[in-house]
């Protein structure tokens, strides 16, 4: 049974800082391409940033370049997201995906809620 368990969520003020991680288990994490999403309320669930299954490649969308940084521990199987100089607009529940390349194949987590606010 596949599982994704986002943990790291919070209420930070803005300016602060808060660091996701989305452990797997029940697939071969290192074959697969993790992404963070978010949905803020009432919008689309939107991607925020990727990374590919051995780490080497990552990106971003424009909103959170400079500020967001992911990364992987394959051995852990767990990804992080970093997020630095949180805004009031990146509060969102926060949501990994483990896909794999190439195959219609794709697993979401629960979510995390992150919250930023004075």
């Known amino acids: 049974q596949v599982q994704l368990v986002e943990s790291g969520g919070g209420l930070v003020q803005p300016g602060g800082s808060l660091k996701l991680s989305c452990a797997a288990s029940?697939?071969?994490?290192?074959?697969?391409?993790i992404h963070w999403y978010r949905q803020a309320p009432g919008k689309e669930r939107d991607a925020v940033a990727t990374i590919n299954n051995v780490g080497s490649v990552t990106n971003y969308t424009d909103s959170v370049k400079g500020r967001f940084t992911i990364s992987r521990d394959n051995a852990k199987k767990v990804v992080y997201l970093q997020m630095n100089s949180l805004k009031p607009e990146d509060t969102a529940v926060y949501y990994c995906?483990?896909?794999?390349?190439?195959?219609?194949?794709?697993?979401w987590g629960q979510g995390t809620q992150v919250t930023v606010s004075s």
């Open positions: 995906k483990a896909e794999l390349p190439h195959f219609p194949l794709w697993y």
């Open positions: 029940g697939l071969t994490f290192s074959s697969y391409t």
